[in-house]
């Protein structure tokens, strides 16, 4: 592995897409899921952080980036190259879980919430549409089977790399103020106040 020399030539195929997935249909419902029917009732510090802490991974933002991956392994006596497509998804979130007492603040009917900050959960390779597109082996090599997946391994590198350079996770956050937001006005609150880790805050009545 030292001695080899590896070129990565990536660019963009396809642009990048950010949708929310999952959670704006589960946000909404999970205020019948956790209340009794036709009961409203106004929830604590402890209480809130439970709700908050139940949901544990919030996953609001997915990218789908495309990328080609070249892999060269140059020697005096031969060249080996690998040439991958490769179709990556990228999923963005919060950790609740990892939300504390002091970050939740409740005054009557007003609430407070300082967001851990937003990271990348999750970064692979659909195998459906990733594919060698081009594959050399010089004439005194051996065939290296290593090399395709250093390839897929650099790819989910680049990708995870594009998506933050391209704003996932500015979105993960953005989504999940607006999230959280919703979910707890449906619980009673006058006044929901979600902080992210970046500092910009959100208030909505």
């Given at each position: 592995?030292?001695?080899?020399?590896?070129?990565?030539?990536g660019?963009?195929l396809?642009?990048?897409?950010?949708?929310?997935?999952g959670?704006?249909?589960?946000l909404?419902?999970?205020?019948?899921?956790?209340?009794?029917?036709?009961?409203?009732?106004?929830l604590?510090?402890?209480?809130?952080?439970?709700k908050?802490?139940?949901?544990s991974?919030?996953?609001?933002v997915?990218?789908?980036i495309?990328?080609?991956?070249?892999i060269e392994?140059?020697?005096?006596?031969?060249?080996?190259?690998?040439?991958?497509?490769?179709?990556?998804?990228a999923?963005?979130?919060?950790?609740?879980?990892?939300?504390?007492?002091?970050d939740?603040?409740?005054?009557g009917?007003?609430?407070?919430?300082?967001?851990?900050p937003?990271?990348?959960?999750?970064?692979?390779?659909?195998?459906?549409?990733t594919?060698?597109?081009?594959?050399?082996?010089?004439?005194?090599r051996?065939?290296?089977?290593?090399?395709?997946q250093?390839?897929?391994?650099?790819?989910?590198d680049?990708?995870?790399?594009?998506?933050?350079?391209?704003?996932?996770?500015?979105?993960?956050e953005?989504?999940?103020?607006?999230?959280?937001?919703?979910?707890?006005?449906?619980f009673g609150?006058?006044?929901?106040?979600?902080?992210?880790h970046?500092?910009?805050s959100?208030?909505?009545?």
């Amino acid at each position: 592995m030292a001695s080899r020399k590896l070129k990565i030539a990536g660019w963009i195929l396809g642009g990048v897409l950010a949708i929310g997935i999952g959670v704006g249909v589960v946000l909404p419902r999970l205020p019948l899921m956790l209340l009794p029917e036709g009961q409203v009732r106004q929830l604590d510090t402890p209480a809130v952080i439970q709700k908050i802490q139940g949901i544990s991974q919030l996953v609001t933002v997915k990218y789908v980036i495309e990328k080609v991956i070249a892999i060269e392994d140059t020697k005096w006596y031969g060249d080996s190259r690998v040439l991958l497509v490769a179709h990556g998804i990228a999923k963005a979130g919060i950790d609740l879980s990892k939300l504390q007492r002091a970050d939740v603040v409740v005054e009557g009917k007003t609430l407070k919430i300082f967001l851990p900050p937003a990271e990348i959960t999750d970064c692979y390779l659909d195998e459906h549409k990733t594919h060698v597109i081009e594959r050399t082996t010089g004439l005194l090599r051996e065939f290296d089977k290593d090399m395709e997946q250093n390839a897929r391994i650099t790819a989910i590198d680049d990708i995870k790399r594009a998506a933050k350079m391209n704003g996932i996770i500015k979105d993960a956050e953005q989504r999940a103020v607006q999230q959280l937001q919703v979910l707890f006005l449906q619980f009673g609150f006058d006044s929901v106040e979600v902080i992210p880790h970046s500092g910009v805050s959100a208030t909505i009545q």
